[in-house]
């Protein structure tokens, strides 16, 4: 049973606009969130995270939004650049550190 | 500063044969993860050491997997009489404490039963 979820597989953008890549999660318990950006034949490298004590957390061009009524968050990434075509894991994990995954959302930005 | 390393980085082995994936945490890092990684899916916990001791081994598939962190730093995961299905591609993490912190992942080892 997967307790995070995201829902789309691939998502293709113009440089320059606006990605937004979703994520739902199933357990309450979840209290910290992570997105994870993977280039082929490389680990996933950490990008930004929150904790559900806030809604909204930024850095840089990154943004996660964190909505715990509807068990969703999501990364705004603005403006997208060819650079951040790779595939994006969204993670959610407990106060004892283990981290469940989204099965990932291949992000193409076009030049 | 270096990273979590891991090696080999690629492994082909035959079915029924043993196997072993070592994981170099970064420097002080009390916390190691094994993940695994099958085509098209996320990251799936196998276990977490904090220091020496396995604090949770609920990931493992099956008692043909095994462990250890004799040291606190290097790690290493052992594989029994491996099967095709446990071919995947293998990720070690680390971080400074547990709790609330992100993991820092190596490369992986990608491992082949043929």
């Known amino acids: 049973d997967q307790q995070v979820k995201q829902n789309s597989p691939s998502l293709s953008v113009q440089e320059g606009r606006i990605s937004i890549l979703n994520c739902d999660y199933t357990n309450s318990m979840f209290d910290y969130f992570l997105w994870y950006k993977k280039y082929p034949a490389e680990g996933p490298t950490f990008l930004i995270s929150?904790?559900?004590?806030?809604d909204k957390n930024e850095d840089g061009r990154f943004t996660v939004f964190l909505n715990k009524s509807a068990k969703h968050l999501s990364l705004h990434i603005v403006p997208s650049q060819p650079g951040d075509s790779a595939v994006y894991f969204c993670a959610a994990g407990d106060n004892f550190n283990k981290f469940y995954f989204g099965s990932g959302t291949k992000l193409n930005v076009k030049p | 500063g270096a990273g979590v390393s891991q090696t080999p980085s690629n492994k082909v082995t035959e079915k029924g044969k043993y196997v072993e994936l070592r994981c170099d945490p970064i420097?002080?890092?009390?916390?190691l993860y094994w993940y695994r990684q099958s085509l098209g899916q996320g990251p799936e916990f196998l276990i977490y050491?904090?220091?020496?001791?396995?604090?949770?081994d609920s990931g493992l598939p099956n008692d043909r997997f095994f462990a250890v962190r004799p040291e606190g730093s290097v790690s290493t995961l052992k594989i029994q009489r491996t099967e095709r299905g446990d071919s995947a591609v293998y990720l070690c993490a680390s971080s400074p404490q547990p709790g609330n912190s992100p993991l820092h992942f190596g490369n992986g080892t990608r491992l082949t039963v043929t």
């Open positions: 929150i904790s559900s004590i806030k």
């Open positions: 050491f904090q220091g020496t001791g396995a604090a949770d």
């Open positions: 420097s002080g890092h009390t916390a």
